[in-house]
C-alpha cells in the first residue's frame, strides 16, 4: 500500500478501515483498540528529540535511494516471505551525518558474535583499510566481527562506520557495547528502522540484515559458524546482486565452517583477503 498509495495516505486508509484484506484490517483495528497511533507517534518524536535521534523518510534528501532495490529484489536465497523484504517505511537516525552521503561509498563488514582472534584482527585490518581508503565501513553494532569493523574505522583519522541496530536507538544493545555506541555516534551514524523504545527482539536482527546489505555496495563476512544468521544477510546481497564476499579460515576452526559452506554453496560468492581484493569485487580497485 506504501508502494502504491505513499506513507501519509496508507496511513489514513488504514485508520480509517479502508482496506481490502480482511486479515490486515482486523489487525489494524485490534492495534489501535488500545494505541492512539498519532498520539503514539507524537511520543516517539518527543522522546527522539530529548535523545538526539532524527527521523528520516523517503521523502528526505538524505534518504538512502538503494533501498527502494529491496521492492523488486527476488527473496531467492533469503527463506523469508517478500514481506519481511520490503523497504522500512523510515529510519531513525542518530548522529551528524547525513545519512545518504554516510552510505553512498559504503561496505558492509560483518560476521560472528563469539569471534577468534584471527577473526577479530582481519575484521580490523579490513575496516581500517576500507575507512582510510574513504569508504565507509557499516555493520550490526554486535560483539565480535562487526564492533571490531567498527573500532576499526575509527581508528583512522576522519574514518567513519554507520551501525544498523535491531531496536530502539534510546536502548542500545547489546548494553557492554554502549561506549562504542557513542563513539559511533560522533563519528558516524547509529541507524535503526524501530522508533525509540523499541526491544531488540530476536526477528529485528534478520530483519535489520536487509537494511545492512542494501545501503551497501558489496557484503563482506569475516567468519560465521554453520547455519549462522550471518548468511541471511550474504543471501541479501545476493538477492540484491551485490557484490558477496567471504574471508577463508582455518578448515579446523568451527567459525569458518560456515564461510566455506556459503563459498561452496552460492557460486556468485568470491573470496577475498584484503582491502584491495574488497575493492575490485565492488568495482573499485585500489590506486
Known amino acids: 500500500m506504501v508502494q502504491q498509495f505513499g506513507a501519509i495516505a496508507t496511513l489514513d486508509r488504514l485508520l480509517a478501515g479502508d482496506v481490502a484484506d480482511p486479515v490486515l484490517r482486523a489487525a489494524v483495528a485490534a492495534r489501535t ?11 516517539a518524536m518527543r522522546r527522539a528529540d530529548r535523545s538526539g535521534i532524527r527521523l528520516v523518510t523517503p521523502s528526505d534528501s538524505d534518504w538512502p535511494t538503494s533501498l527502494d532495490d529491496l521492492a523488486t529484489t527476488d527473496v531467492a536465497t533469503l527463506g523469508v516471505s517478500r514481506r519481511d523484504v520490503m523497504p522500512p517505511l523510515c529510519l531513525w537516525v542518530r548522529g551528524a551525518w547525513s545519512l545518504g552521503d554516510a552510505v553512498t561509498r559504503s561496505v558492509a563488514l560483518v560476521g560472528a558474535r563469539a569471534a577468534t582472534d584471527y577473526g577479530i584482527r582481519i575484521s580490523t585490518d579490513l575496516a581500517f583499510g576500507l575507512a582510510e581508503r574513504g569508504w565507509t565501513v557499516t555493520s550490526g553494532g554486535a560483539h565480535g566481527v562487526d564492533a571490531a569493523a567498527h573500532r576499526g574505522a575509527l581508528t583512522v583519522p576522519g574514518g567513519r562506520t554507520v ?35 523499541a526491544e ?4 529485528r536482527f534478520l530483519l535489520r540484515n536487509r537494511i545492512v546489505a542494501a545501503v551497501t555496495a558489496g557484503t563482506v563476512v569475516v567468519e560465521a559458524a554453520p547455519r549462522s544468521g550471518t548468511s541471511t544477510m550474504l543471501g541479501c546481497a545476493l538477492d540484491l546482486q551485490r557484490p558477496a564476499m567471504i574471508v577463508p579460515g582455518s578448515v579446523e576452526s568451527v567459525l569458518s565452517q560456515g564461510c566455506h559452506v556459503l563459498l561452496r554453496r552460492y557460486s556468485a560468492t568470491r573470496l577475498v583477503t584484503s582491502v584491495d581484493d574488497v575493492l575490485e569485487d565492488i568495482g573499485q580497485p585500489a590506486v
Request: proline share 8%; hydrophobic share 50%; net charge neutral.
Open 163 to 197: 551501525a544498523v541496530l535491531a531496536g530502539g536507538l534510546d536502548r542500545p544493545y547489546p548494553a557492554g557495547n554502549a561506549a562504542l555506541f557513542d563513539l559511533i555516534a560522533d563519528r558516524g551514524l547509529l541507524v535503526s528502522e524501530w522508533p525509540v523504545g
Open 33 to 43: 483498540r488500545t494505541v492512539d497511533a498519532r498520539r503514539a507517534a507524537e511520543i
Open 200 to 203: 531488540p527482539l530476536r526477528h
